[in-house]
């Protein structure tokens, strides 16, 4: 299940949980272009694919919608899968640097005001 908040001149949208599929180019050309998404990327693996994204098809989906702007969700707070906890962030921001999809990844629970520069960080780093 994915959500479209629409309001205030804004288009964001919220992925859920999903396999990645033509779902996401069907929404990018339904809605148009979103000024920032928060797409799941975690907890996955490879025969999961169906509800869980691997993370270059996080950075793909993203790329499907037309998002402005990309934060990856569903990671680093609980292990349910066999990858590091760290992992789909690695993976995910090397593909978005390589598919020029604008990437970022706040601390948790650091909040986001969408009219400021979106907070980002390689955090994760100095907590390994």
Known sequence: ASWVIEGGGKNI?????SGYGPHFKEIGDKFGSFDF???ECGQYGEKWTAIHMLPEQTIQAA???????MMPIHWGAFT???HSWI?????ASKKAKEMNVPF???KIGEPIILEQ?????RWWESVQ
């Open 80 to 82: 349910l899968a066999f």
């Open 63 to 69: 790329k499907d919608i037309n998002a402005k702007a």
């Open 37 to 39: 998404a928060m797409m």
């Open 13 to 17: 949208y919220f992925s859920g949980d």
């Open 87 to 91: 992992d789909p962030v690695v993976r």
């Open 104 to 106: 970022y990844t706040p």
């Open 117 to 121: 520069p979106i907070p980002s960080s």
